[in-house]
C-alpha cells in the first residue's frame, strides 16, 4: 500500500494576550473581553518572533481578545487574517464570570470531574470534544489549503487550543488535561509525520509567563 509522503506543514497555535479576566482568574469562555496593555505588547512582542516562522495563513476567533492579537501579527506581515467564530473558546455557561474560587464554591465536584477528564458541561455550556468538532475541522481545512512546507497560524484560546491539539493528535478526549495549559501570548506547534499531526511544542513563547485563565 502506499503511504502518502507528509508535505512538512506546521500548524502554530497561538493564545491570546493578558486579560483583566485573566489576572483576576475569572472565567471568561465565550464571554467578549478586550486584552489589557500588557496584553497588547505580549501580542506585539510574540508577533515579532511567529513572524521569523514565515507563516503563509493566519486564522483567528473572532472574539476580542484573539482579533487584538491576530492583529498584531498582520501587522508585521502583512497576511489577511480570517475570522471564525468556531474557534471560539468553550461556552461555559454558569461558570463564566466567575472567579476560580466561586467556581469551585458553587461547582466543586463538577470542577472535579472535569479534572479528572470526565465529560462534563462546565456550568451547562459544552463538552470537550464538541469544542474539538467545531474548531478541529477549521484547523484541518486551513491546514490543507497550505503549500508544502507551510505554515499556519491559528490565533485562539486556551481550552480550545488544548482541545483541538488533542483531537489532531489522535489523544482520547479522556486524556486531554494532560496537556498542560498555555500562558498568554505563547504557542504550541504541530509538525506533520507521516502518521499524522505530532506535537513539537507546546507553552512556547519569548519570556516564561504564568498561566492564567479558563485552562489553568
Known amino acids: 500500500m502506499h503511504v502518502a509522503e507528509p508535505r512538512n506543514r506546521r500548524i502554530v497555535l497561538w493564545r491570546h494576550g493578558q486579560t483583566a ?10 464571554t467578549d473581553i478586550e486584552l489589557t496593555d500588557e496584553g497588547v505588547a505580549q501580542a506585539r512582542r510574540a508577533a515579532r518572533l ?16 484573539t482579533r487584538a ?28 464570570g466567575l472567579t476560580h474560587d466561586e467556581i469551585m464554591e458553587r461547582f466543586g465536584e463538577q470542577y472535579a470531574a472535569w479534572k479528572r477528564g ?9 463538552l470537550e470534544y464538541e ?7 477549521v484547523v484541518e481545512r486551513s491546514a490543507d489549503k497550505l503549500p508544502d512546507g507551510g505554515t499556519l497560524v491559528v490565533v485562539s484560546h486556551g481550552g480550545t487550543i488544548r482541545t483541538t491539539i488533542g483531537r489532531l493528535v489522535g489523544l482520547p478526549p479522556h486524556t486531554w ?25 507546546h507553552n512556547a513563547g519569548s519570556l516564561p509567563e504564568p498561566v492564567l485563565g479558563d485552562d489553568d
Open 177 to 201: 488535561e494532560a496537556l498542560g495549559g498555555l500562558a498568554n501570548c505563547s504557542w504550541s506547534v504541530l509538525g506533520e509525520s507521516v502518521r499524522g499531526w505530532r506535537l513539537l511544542e
Open 118 to 126: 470526565e465529560p462534563v458541561r462546565r456550568g451547562g455550556g459544552e
Open 50 to 65: 511567529l513572524a521569523g516562522l514565515r507563516p503563509d495563513a493566519v486564522i483567528s476567533s473572532d472574539l476580542m481578545r
Open 131 to 137: 469544542v474539538a468538532d467545531r474548531a478541529a475541522p
Open 21 to 30: 479576566w485573566n489576572l483576576e482568574r475569572r472565567f471568561q469562555g465565550t
Open 69 to 96: 492579537t491576530a492583529a498584531e501579527l498582520a501587522a508585521v506581515t502583512g497576511l489577511p487574517i480570517v475570522h471564525d467564530e468556531a474557534l471560539r473558546e468553550s461556552f461555559a455557561g454558569e461558570w463564566q
